[in-house]
T-cell receptor, first 112, second 116 residues
Framework: SQQGEEDPQALSIQEGENATMNCSYK?????LQWYRQNSGRGLVHLIL?????REKHSGRLRVTLDTSKKSSSLLITASRAADTASYFC????????????FGQGTRLTINP | GAGVSQSPSNKVTEKGKDVELRCDPI?????LYWYRQSLGQGLEFLIY????????KSGLPSDRFSAERTGGSVSTLTIQRTQQEDSAVYLC??????????????FGPGTRLTVL
């Protein structure tokens, strides 16, 4: 089963509203990262949060991490049409795989 | 500096033919990754290089798939005797992965492979 599971799989909101996406994982991590993908091409790194951090901000992005619940959330405030994309969480595991493990992604659509 | 580049950007081939996909990572990045993404799906890990060696090739779907990396830089992913189910976007990423560093990956634009 997937290490990272995003929820919801798809989200559609009106421009200006806030969008929240969640990610759950199963094993202990060094850090968790969020990536964005436009139009099925290369992913772009958005933000990294370390296992000893609880919250991090970058512009309109806010990421939280709850290691006790093994979950993270990505909040995009004041959404814009250009935020329409797929968003993936990726976990950097303490043990096991020597690579980031990506979830299946949340498809976000911002309606004008 | 230049990002990760991949070539070709699109490849259409006939079933049974061999294809080679190329990835040029960011200069100095020690780690290189290949992923596959089918339409509307998540990323499927294929293989990971650290330098020229591949400590993890667990994601290669069959022995028709192989990859190599030379000079700690360019990598090629080869698919022999292509099948229609190989149709997907093949993404390459690189990172400056050293002990104690977070493995933030930088992705190329991908190669869209279509097998007819």
């Amino acid at each position: 089963s997937q290490q990272g599971e995003e929820d919801p799989q798809a989200l559609s909101i009106q421009e200006g509203e806030n969008a929240t996406m969640n990610c759950s994982y199963k094993t202990s991590i060094n850090n968790l990262q969020w990536y964005r993908q436009n139009s099925g091409r290369g992913l772009v790194h958005l933000i990294l949060i370390r296992s000893n951090e609880r919250e991090k901000h970058s512009g309109r992005l806010r990421v939280t991490l709850d290691t006790s619940k093994k979950s993270s959330s990505l909040l995009i405030t004041a959404s814009r049409a250009a935020d329409t994309a797929s968003y993936f969480c990726a976990t950097d595991l303490i043990q096991g795989a020597q690579k980031l493990v990506f979830g299946q992604g949340t498809r976000l659509t911002i309606n004008p | 500096g230049a990002g990760v580049s991949q070539s070709p950007s699109n490849k259409v081939t006939e079933k049974g033919k061999d294809v080679e996909l190329r990835c040029d990572p960011i200069s100095g990045h020690t780690a290189l990754y290949w992923y596959r993404q089918s339409l509307g799906q998540g990323l499927e890990f294929l293989i990971y290089f650290q330098g020229n060696s591949a400590p993890d090739k667990s994601g290669l779907p069959s022995d028709r798939f192989s990859a190599e990396r030379t000079g700690g830089s360019v990598s090629t992913l080869t698919i022999q005797r292509t099948q229609q189910e190989d149709s997907a976007v093949y993404l390459c990423a690189s990172s400056f992965r050293l002990a104690g560093w977070a493995d933030t990956q930088y992705f190329g634009p991908g190669t869209r492979l279509t097998v007819l």
